[in-house]
């Protein structure tokens, strides 16, 4: 200051200024004290707090979680002394800190009596939600919001101001929990004891629901809750009770039962209204016809519903004439409305016994006036399985071809029955008709003639025929006697000669061929039975019927002898 200066000011002004400057003099760090917004520049809120340098404090410290940013200068706010005139002759301040500080303070009285405070949650965070309480974080975990169910969506209550009570505080680590359900439950015990001072069984209640299950529903009814079971929900069968009921849907419920000693109440929904099995004999009458809406199919019966009011049942036996029918989904689907028979009111098991099949005439009972045995007709696959093929006879018929009747050739059936496939077009023959027992047996084999019995018609049994050796073993031969239509022979070891020491294969080659006499079938094999030993015979027969008799004392070798010396 210049002496020119210093001169045009009185004593009494030099004084005043030098006290003003030491002022604030006595502030201490780390303490709260007011001060004055003079400036906002920059994101940056300078403060007059007194002291030789003003304090500057970024504006986000002036910030609420969830609440815009309100300051303005001339405004006079409590900071935090971090630090006076520090090495760059700057004052540090904390607004945050301020108010944390006093926060706190206000926060410990709180805990360390009980009182409930006010936090408003402005995050979701893992496990919980964080909630700011006048300026300090707290966590509220998931456990704690609601007492009566843990809160799915907990964005609802984000930014909205909620009661709490501290049920944890750690000021060294900067901890604080709180909690909303200690403040419910404690209300819950005020409703759960004047609802239960009025609750009896018969009672009719209005609750919300709150928790639906494949068993069930809980219904909350302020302060207690009781369970709706699945079979109390309505007078016909229920397959998902969360199609009929919503979450925090009110309905009116009655009381059937209550453990007072337990507080667990059991509910009814459908006992509001009347029992519609006591007069159901009255609305549905045994073999008519009636509307009904499928509700539910499974692999053997479907399950119907008649005026909103009775459960039906349809079994699989009773949808189609098939005797083997498709899958119950393939003829109905849910919620279509059909047409059905009632055939029995089941009072045990509370359901109508129906039938779809019934409302068509049996097409077995005219199945005759088609179709006649040896008839043959074009058709196709509907069904193969192991032991044969399923073709389609007509509307909800169908007929069988056994593995055995694909071909006259054994051998070929099992291949044949590899290549089909299901829709493919097949030529059958009808074999058996049996309308009893609703069954009717088909060939494809038996459209050709079968070639064994053709060559019996030329080579009936007691024939002579001749044949080649086409396999030999310790048992006997093998004979062919038709190549192109496959007719093979058997010659056991006992029929290869009349003489026991003749009977014996290595007297025989494979391509040798031989004759022998037909004495049967193998029906299993369809080989024909074959006999040399047979043939033996016969020869002898003719050559003593021609040339002697058993009783002139000759032997066959003498009669041929002299027949050959002839």
Not at 63 to 68: A, H
Not at 97 to 102: C, F, L, P, Y
Not at 375 to 404: A, L, P, R
Request: contains cysteine; hydrophobic residues 35%.
């Amino acid at each position: 200051m210049s002496q020119e200066t210093a001169s045009k000011i009185s004593n009494s002004e030099y004084d005043k200024m030098i006290s003003n400057s030491f002022k604030n003099t006595n502030v201490k760090e780390k303490t709260i004290i007011p001060g004055k917004i003079i400036s906002i520049e920059n994101d940056i809120v300078t403060i007059d707090v007194g002291l030789k340098s003003e304090g500057r404090i970024p504006l986000s410290e002036f910030s609420r979680p969830g609440q815009n940013i309100e300051v303005n200068v001339g405004d006079e706010t409590e900071v935090y002394i971090e630090n006076v005139d520090n090495a760059y002759g700057e004052t540090l301040l904390s607004r945050e800190k301020a108010i944390k500080q006093k926060a706190w303070h206000n926060l410990q009285d709180c805990f360390t009596n009980n009182k409930v405070v006010t936090g408003v949650p402005f995050n979701r965070v893992k496990g919980g939600m964080s909630v700011d309480l006048d300026g300090v974080t707290a966590f509220l975990p998931g456990s704690q919001i609601d007492t009566r169910q843990i809160t799915k969506d907990t964005k609802e209550l984000l930014n909205k101001p909620m009661e709490l009570l501290i049920l944890k505080m750690d000021k060294y680590r900067g901890n604080i929990v709180v909690s909303r359900k200690a403040i419910t439950e404690s209300e819950l015990k005020e409703q759960r004891k004047e609802l239960l001072s009025t609750i009896n069984e018969g009672s009719i209640i209005e609750g919300k629901i709150k928790n639906i299950t494949d068993y069930g529903a809980f219904i909350d009814l302020g302060g207690i809750d009781g369970l709706v079971h699945v079979t109390d929900i309505s007078w016909t069968k229920i397959i998902n009770p969360s199609d009929i009921l919503e979450l925090n849907q009110k309905i009116k419920v009655k009381v059937l039962k209550f453990d007072e000693e337990l507080s667990r109440l059991s509910l009814g929904i459908k006992q509001l209204t009347d029992n519609p099995w006591d007069d159901v004999e009255e609305n549905i009458k045994i073999d008519t016809q009636i509307t009904a809406k499928v509700i539910n199919v499974s692999d053997s019966y479907i399950n119907i519903i008649i005026d909103q009011k009775y459960d039906g049942i349809i079994q699989i036996n009773e949808l189609t004439w098939l005797k083997k029918p498709p899958h119950p989904s393939k003829i109905v689907t849910i919620d279509e409305e059909i047409e059905v028979k009632v055939l029995e009111i089941d009072q045990d098991k509370k359901r109508v016994v129906c039938s779809l099949r019934q409302m068509k005439e049996n097409p077995w009972s005219k199945l005759e006036d088609t179709y006649n045995i040896n008839d043959s007709f074009e058709t196709e696959i509907v069904n193969i399985v192991d032991f044969g093929i399923f073709v389609k006879v007509q509307d909800e018929i169908d007929g069988m071809v056994h593995v055995s009747d694909l071909s006259w050739d054994e051998k070929e059936c099992i291949e044949i029955l590899k290549n089909f496939k299901k829709n493919d077009k097949v030529k059958v023959k009808i074999l058996d008709i049996n309308v009893e027992k609703e069954r009717i047996s088909l060939g494809i084999k038996h459209l050709n003639d079968d070639p064994v019995q053709s060559y019996l018609e030329k080579n009936p049994l007691k024939s002579k025929v001749t044949g080649k050796v086409i396999e030999l073993d310790e048992k006997g031969l093998k004979i062919e006697l038709d190549i192109e239509n496959k007719i093979y022979g058997i010659i056991k070891k006992s029929n290869l000669s009349k003489d026991k020491n003749e009977q014996r294969t290595d007297r025989f080659a494979v391509g040798e061929k031989i004759d022998s006499i037909i004495v049967s079938i193998e029906n299993k094999t369809r080989n024909l039975n074959l006999s040399i030993k047979e043939l033996e015979i016969q020869d002898e027969k003719e050559a003593l019927s021609k040339y002697g008799s058993s009783t002139s004392g000759a032997s066959l070798g003498d009669i041929l002898g002299s027949v050959l010396k002839k």
